[in-house]
């Protein structure tokens, strides 16, 4: 099973850190109980949560499956709380450094690329537990309202501009989801790790944009059908490179970045043609290998 052990050893002690919103000018609103949806507004419906961060290399988009391995204090109370008042929901979001002025001695940090989270199942271990998670949708972190044991903040939800028309919306769905089941016809016949799932994290992704979502959670919290199918091609790989890892990363940071759908999705289904190719190649190279 892959799996991130998760006790934030990354670089940096939130004893010590500085994390800052990239809009800080947001902070001062408050928020009201109106349920609107806004693709971003501070008056938008608004959740209160526990905050999980990781490095900008760990980028989580709507759709994707992760398992995570939690065993530190704080993070199995967060684990705890969402589990028990919080619906099963958190969020995952990227701490990416910011330079602010050279004689500080903390680092400081931007919080970027959130994503709502839902638990999806826990398996208890001896030492902490396997989390496995799904990303539904894109969030923004308006502020901080708790730090120890571990981060907590009011979010609201980002979604991409509404179209005026699905009409070029549509095929362009229709054809990222058919490149995908081409993608993934063939990684299925890639030799893969042995500890490699048995289902494709693409074939995973996919099948969940197309399910009924049925979580207890404001509805403009969930992106659209289109929009989770953009984000559904963002997946590994079966055996993928170091170098192909990272160029995933990069366009899922991209992605999340995005407002548009359509170009979202033009940008996706270019991805799975480059994946397609790659695969194909790795197939033909394998099929050479076992002759």
Known sequence: MNCTTFNLTIPFSLAR??????????LPFGFTSKRKRCRFSPNATSLELPLLPFSLSQVLVPSEFKTLHLYEARYLALLEESLLRNKKFFVHFVLDPIIIDDSLEEASFAARNGC?????????????AL?????????????????DPYLKGVVIPVQDRVPDSGSRLNPKVMQVKEALCSLNCLEIKLKAPKEAPLQTQIANSLMWTEKDLLVDCDEAFFPSLAERVSFAALQPVSGSTQSELLK?????????????????????LQFVKDNISMVAAKLAIQSLEMK
């Open 17 to 26: 850190t500085r994390i800052r919103n990239p809009h800080p000018t947001l």
């Open 248 to 268: 995933l990363q990069q366009e899922k940071l991209k992605a999340m970045e995005l407002k548009d759908t359509l170009q979202r999705l033009d940008n996706s």
């Open 131 to 147: 989390v496995s998670i799904r990303g539904i949708g894109r969030i923004k972190i308006i502020k901080f309202v708790q730090a």
């Open 116 to 128: 709502l989270v839902f638990i999806e199942n826990v398996e208890r271990l001896e030492v902490g």
